[in-house]
């Protein structure tokens, strides 16, 4: 079952804006982690937040966690054609089996218009 | 140095038929993991291995899928009596469980076509 609820679906922007993306998730979790994925094949992992963290920086990428809310945001600032791809949040859990268990969402499918 | 990487990149078979997906995950990686992802859908965990074993299969959807791992490397997804609803790309992933917090690393994935 999907845990992570990527809003929204699809978002379009010109170059140069800046691109937000919020994921919303239902249970308690160790960590959150984003992934992009270029032409529906293999994905790239981004960045990880802790859950006792609340935001996080890398390059480009600003990621925020508020866990009473059960939910996160990506940003990515400076957009480039090269950003256009699809974006998963993944939350994190331990599961029964003791394995670190990512749950993905649905995602969010960015284009960046030149 | 190398990445994980999946065969065939595409498959196409026939409805009924048996396919073998497979995996090579990144060297010394302990952990590896199945997931499927449906057209314009999030990743659906399949299975994780640790080492040679797996402990998780809870999200192999039937009996007619299995996953086998030898020599704590390759990994083989199986599917018997393929029906038209198991087209999908299969995607593998595998880990450094032992490090706290660790990111999954993914192979380029199998698109699997059932006609």
């Known amino acids: 079952s999907q845990q992570g609820e990527e809003d929204p679906q699809a978002l379009s922007i010109q170059e140069g804006e800046n691109a937000t993306m919020n994921c919303s998730y239902k249970?308690?979790?160790?960590?959150l982690q984003w992934y992009r994925q270029n032409s529906g094949r293999g994905l790239v992992h981004l960045i990880l937040?802790?859950?006792?963290?609340r935001e996080k920086h890398s390059g480009r990428l600003r990621v925020t966690l508020d866990t009473s809310k059960k939910s996160s945001s990506l940003l990515i600032t400076a957009s480039r054609a090269a950003d256009t791809a699809s974006y998963f949040c993944?939350?994190?859990?331990?599961?029964?089996?003791?394995?670190?268990?990512?749950?993905f969402g649905t995602g969010t499918r960015l284009t960046i218009i030149p | 140095g190398a990445g994980v990487s999946q065969s065939p990149s595409n498959k196409v078979t026939e409805k009924g038929k048996d396919v073998e997906l497979r995996c090579d995950p990144i060297?010394?990686?302990?952990?590896l993991y199945w997931y499927r992802q449906s057209l314009g859908q999030g990743l659906e965990f399949l299975i994780y291995?640790?080492?040679?074993?797996?402990?998780?299969k809870s999200g192999l959807p039937s009996d007619r899928f299995s996953a086998e791992r030898t020599g704590g490397s390759v990994s083989t997804l199986t599917i018997q009596r393929t029906q038209q609803e198991d087209s999908a790309v299969y995607l593998c992933?595998?880990?450094?469980?032992?490090?706290?917090?660790?990111?999954?690393?993914f192979g380029p994935g199998t698109r699997l076509t059932v006609l």
């Open positions: 992933a595998s880990s450094f469980p032992e490090k706290i917090y660790n990111e999954q690393f």
């Open positions: 937040i802790r859950s006792n963290e």
């Open positions: 993944a939350t994190v859990q331990i599961s029964n089996f003791g394995n670190e268990k990512l749950t």
């Open positions: 291995f640790q080492g040679n074993s797996a402990p998780d």
């Open positions: 060297s010394g990686h302990t952990a």
């Open positions: 249970t308690s979790i160790n960590n």
